[in-house]
């Protein structure tokens, strides 16, 4: 069964209110809330931090 959903359209601001890590594996649970016509909504989302060395200076 297929759901047809509409493609939004729209930008909102939003606000974090959970940032949850998930073990070593780097998946990360961010909840977030907004509100589109005074209605409010929160959502979920997992998301995969990836961490990068950064250099600075000379190596000799």
Do not use: P
Not at 14 to 22: A, C, E, L, P, S
Request: glycine share 8%; proline share 0%.
């Amino acid at each position: 069964m297929w759901i047809h959903k509409k493609r939004c359209t729209a930008e909102t601001d939003g606000t974090v209110m959970n940032i949850q890590g998930k073990g070593s594996e780097g998946l990360t649970v961010i909840t977030v809330e907004y509100e589109v016509k005074n209605q409010k909504y929160q959502i979920k989302e997992s998301i995969k931090l990836k961490s990068t060395v950064i250099r600075i200076g000379f190596y000799l």
